[in-house]
């Protein structure tokens, strides 16, 4: 068994834990970062990440601090200078980009761009230590530092533990930390599509009775469709074959979509979730560790580069 010192340990090196730990490190602190699995690596010509973050100006202005933005413009992102919203037909709210004398109004940028940019830089700076494979299987306070035991028998101690290992996080059960949780009465599908015609740099999102319909605007000729519903229909759609949801696509979005070809999608359940500590001597939770709402409540990834 070895014992390795370091000032943080960062448990979880996705989106939220991967800028945590580069930030702190460009502060001065000695962090080490434990994770699954490296991120997958970037493929230019490969289809989109279902996943997507829309990101604001002032998002990438923290990226660029982070000295990763270039890595996202070298791999893909796509700029949006209109944002439209509507319940009615007769009533929209729209916020444009040139009406605001701004250049743009953000960025969509697929999640597996940003966990590799950070992942490059963290692998890149000389305060981070990457511990990859890397498995937590027992976590105990020892005097003033927390003692991280991971698979294989090596130990960490740190100073300061934090919990960066999404909604199921194992440092929030080993801390002792309870949640406070429920269902929400929708689920959420997320398709990549193609688009017959050029999607342009306008994202828009329509409520129903039944919940939003969004369009995101992707690279090259590709778009995402965000898709609210019962979690009864999503189980439906999901059940289907891409030709049967293009032809549900058809019938539920607005006619201004126009033709799309679906080619991959994913689902999941909306859940509220909050721990009930947030620190601890020796320990914090950040991100969906901490907690998780309904994506439309800002939960995404201008919630964790505030």
């Not at 490969?46 to 413009?73: E, F, M, N, T, Y």
């Not at 937590?136 to 960490?156: C, S, T």
């Not at 293009?246 to 019938?251: F, H, L, T």
Request: with cysteine; hydrophobic share 45%.
């Amino acid at each position: 068994m070895t014992n390795q010192p370091t000032e943080i340990a960062i448990v979880g090196g996705g989106m939220v834990g991967g800028a945590l730990a580069l930030g702190l490190a460009q502060h001065g602190f000695a962090v080490t970062v434990i994770e699954h699995a490296e991120p997958a690596p970037f493929v230019a010509d490969s289809q989109p990440d279902v996943r997507i973050s829309a990101i604001s100006a002032a998002s990438v202005s923290l990226l660029k601090g982070l000295g990763v933005w270039d890595a996202v413009q070298a791999m893909r992102c796509h700029p949006y200078r209109r944002l439209e919203t509507w319940e009615w037909e007769t009533a929209h709210v729209v916020f444009d980009a040139a009406e605001l004398k701004l250049p743009l109004l953000g960025y969509m940028v697929e999640n597996t761009v940003l966990q590799q940019a950070l992942w490059q830089a963290l692998e890149a700076h000389p305060k981070v230590t990457l511990r990859v494979p890397g498995s937590l299987i027992a976590l105990h306070r020892h005097d003033d530092l927390q003692e991280l035991e991971l698979k294989g028998g090596e130990v960490i101690r740190a100073k300061l533990v934090i919990g960066a290992d999404g909604a199921n996080s194992q440092v929030r059960q080993m801390a002792g930390i309870g949640v406070h949780a429920w269902q929400y009465a929708q689920s959420c599908m997320l398709i990549s599509v193609q688009c017959e015609n050029d999607p342009g740099d306008s994202t828009w999102q329509q409520f129903t009775p039944d919940g939003p319909r969004a369009f995101l605007p992707l690279f090259d000729n590709w778009a995402s469709l965000v898709w609210y519903d019962s979690p009864a229909r999503i189980r439906q759609l999901q059940n289907m074959n891409m030709a049967q949801l293009q032809a549900e696509i058809a019938k539920h979005f607005p006619s201004r979509l126009g033709y799309v070809t679906p080619l991959a999608a994913g689902a999941f359940p909306l859940t509220r979730r909050h721990a009930l500590q947030y620190v601890q001597p020796g320990l914090a939770l950040v991100g969906d560790a901490a907690h998780t709402i309904h994506p439309l409540a800002g939960q995404g990834s201008e919630s964790w580069l505030s």
